[in-house]
C-alpha cells in the first residue's frame, strides 16, 4: 500500500512570494492534517481537511491556507512568505486517530 | 501549562539498558494516546497507540496512567537503531491531536 506523499521534496523561495505544497494521503483515507516543524521545535498545526471541508485550523496566520479536492488530496499555500517560514511541512492522513506523516516538503525562504 | 509536555532529555544509554520518559497532559477528558518515532530530519512514525491502561509490542511499554495524567514509553534491551526523538501525541477529543516537543534518546555502543 503506498503512503502519504509530498512534493516537491524541497522548495527555496524568496521573502514575499508564494509557496504551494502537495499532499496525497493513502488511499480510503479522507482526513489530512498539515503541520509545521521549524528546526529544533516540535510540530505545530497548521490545518485539518476532512472530506473536503476546513474542520480546524491552528494558530497561524491567515496567509497559511490550503484546500482539500475531491480526491482527498491536499494543497497548503503560504502567501507574502517571511523567513521564519523556513521549516519542515508535514502532511498526515489518518483513518481515525492514528496519524501517518508523509516525507515532507522542506521549505527555505531567503 | 502546556496541553503535552515531555522531558526533552537527551537520555544516553548504553546498549542493552532499559530506558523509560514520561509525557504529562492538562486535558484529562483526553482519551487516547500515541508514542511516534522521529529521526533527524525524517517525518514522525507511528510506534504505538494506547486506548486504555496501556501497551506492550516488543521491546516497547506504554503505560497509562489518568490519575495522575501522564503516560510514559519504557523500551527494554536498547539497540542503537533505537537512538531517535520520541514524540508523545494526546488525543483530547474531537480530533485535536496535541504534540509534545520530543524526547531525545541516544543508544551508545
Known amino acids: 500500500e503506498a503512503g502519504v506523499t509530498q512534493s516537491p521534496t524541497h522548495l527555496i523561495k524568496t521573502r514575499g512570494q508564494q509557496a504551494t505544497l502537495r499532499c496525497s494521503p493513502i488511499s480510503g483515507h479522507t482526513s489530512v492534517y498539515w503541520y509545521q516543524q521549524a528546526l529544533g521545535l516540535g510540530l505545530q498545526f497548521l490545518l485539518w481537511?476532512?472530506?473536503?471541508?476546513?474542520?480546524n485550523r491552528g494558530n497561524f496566520p491567515p496567509r497559511f491556507s490550503g484546500r482539500q479536492f475531491p480526491n482527498y488530496s491536499s494543497e497548503l499555500n503560504v502567501n507574502a512568505l517571511e523567513l521564519e517560514d523556513s521549516a519542515l511541512y508535514l502532511c498526515?492522513?489518518?483513518?481515525?486517530?492514528?496519524?501517518?506523516f508523509g516525507p515532507g516538503t522542506r521549505l527555505t525562504v531567503t | 501549562r502546556k496541553e503535552v509536555e515531555q522531558d526533552p532529555g537527551p537520555f544516553n544509554v548504553p546498549e542493552g539498558a532499559t530506558v523509560a520518559f514520561n509525557c504529562t497532559y492538562s486535558n484529562s477528558a483526553s482519551q487516547s494516546f500515541f508514542w511516534y518515532r522521529q529521526d533527524c530530519r525524517k517525518e514522525p512514525k507511528l510506534l504505538m497507540s494506547?486506548?486504555?491502561s496501556g501497551n506492550e509490542d516488543g521491546r516497547f511499554t506504554a503505560q497509562l496512567n489518568r490519575a495522575s495524567q501522564y503516560i510514559s514509553l519504557l523500551i527494554r534491551d536498547s539497540k542503537l537503531s533505537d537512538s531517535a526523538t520520541y514524540l508523545c501525541v494526546v488525543n483530547q477529543g474531537d480530533y485535536k491531536l496535541s504534540f509534545g516537543a520530543g524526547t531525545t534518546v541516544t543508544v551508545r555502543a
Open positions: 494506547v486506548y486504555s
Open positions: 481537511y476532512d472530506e473536503g471541508e476546513e474542520r
Open positions: 498526515a492522513s489518518t483513518p481515525g486517530y492514528e496519524q501517518y
